[in-house]
C-alpha cells in the first residue's frame, strides 16, 4: 500500500551527515514555497529556504531546523545539501532570539550599507530555530 512505502533521506551539512535514514514523507521548505514530498515523486531539484523540516515515520514526526540549500528529489528518496541544520534539542534559544531582534533591527532601520537579502535570510534562519521550538 502506497501509505506504507518510505524512501531514504539524507541530509549533509559542512559540519557532518545530519541525518541518514528513511521517511514515509518529508516536508521542508523552498524557493517555491512548503513542499510535502512522498516516495515515488518525479525527479526534481529545489532550493531550500530556511524553515522547519518535518520527517513523517512510522512512530511519529522528527523535526529540526533547516537552512539555506538543495534538495535532489527522486523517486526513491531525497539528498539535502544544507548550510545548518539542528534537532530541537541543539537550538539555542536565547541566540535565536538575540539574532531575530539584530535582523529585524536591520530591516527596520535599512540604512545605505544594509545588505537586505541578508538581513532576510538572517531573520527566516531566527524564525525557522523558533518555530522548531513551538
Ligand atoms: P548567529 O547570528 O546567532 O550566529 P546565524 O543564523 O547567523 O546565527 P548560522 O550561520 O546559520 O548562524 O549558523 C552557524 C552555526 O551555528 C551552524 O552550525 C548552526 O547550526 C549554529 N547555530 C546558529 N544559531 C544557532 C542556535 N540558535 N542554536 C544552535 N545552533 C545554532
Same mark, same amino acid.
Given at each position: 500500500?502506497?501509505?506504507?512505502?518510505?524512501?531514504?533521506?539524507?541530509?549533509?551539512?559542512?559540519?557532518?551527515?545530519?541525518?541518514?535514514?528513511?521517511?514515509?514523507?518529508?516536508?521542508?521548505?523552498?524557493?517555491?514555497?512548503?513542499?510535502?514530498?512522498?516516495?515515488?515523486?518525479?525527479?526534481?531539484?529545489?532550493?531550500?529556504?530556511?524553515?522547519?523540516?518535518?520527517?513523517?515515520?512510522?512512530?511519529?514526526?522528527?523535526?529540526?531546523?533547516?537552512?539555506?540549500?538543495?534538495?535532489?528529489?527522486?523517486?526513491?528518496?531525497?539528498?539535502?545539501?544544507?548550510?545548518?541544520? &539542528?534537532?530541537?534539542?541543539?537550538? +539555542?534559544? $536565547? %541566540? !535565536? /532570539?538575540? *539574532?531575530?531582534?539584530? #535582523?529585524? @533591527?536591520? =530591516?527596520? &532601520?535599512?540604512?545605505?550599507?544594509? +545588505?537586505? $537579502? %541578508? !538581513? /532576510?535570510? *538572517?531573520?527566516?534562519? #531566527?524564525? @525557522?530555530? =523558533?518555530?522548531?521550538?513551538?
Amino acid at each position: 500500500m502506497a501509505e506504507d512505502r518510505s524512501f531514504r533521506i539524507r541530509i549533509i551539512t559542512p559540519e557532518r551527515v545530519f541525518y541518514e535514514g528513511s521517511a514515509l514523507m518529508a516536508e521542508f521548505n523552498t524557493s517555491e514555497g512548503e513542499l510535502g514530498i512522498y516516495p515515488g515523486h518525479i525527479p526534481m531539484t529545489v532550493i531550500l529556504k530556511p524553515g522547519v523540516l518535518k520527517l513523517t515515520q512510522p512512530e511519529g514526526k522528527k523535526e529540526a531546523a533547516l537552512h539555506t540549500g538543495f534538495a535532489e528529489i527522486l523517486p526513491d528518496g531525497i539528498t539535502i545539501l544544507a548550510e545548518a541544520a &539542528e534537532w530541537p534539542g541543539e537550538i +539555542d534559544i $536565547a %541566540r !535565536a /532570539q538575540a *539574532a531575530k531582534e539584530r #535582523a529585524e @533591527a536591520r =530591516i527596520r &532601520e535599512h540604512r545605505a550599507d544594509t +545588505d537586505m $537579502a %541578508r !538581513a /532576510q535570510t *538572517a531573520l527566516l534562519r #531566527a524564525l @525557522a530555530r =523558533i518555530e522548531t521550538l513551538r
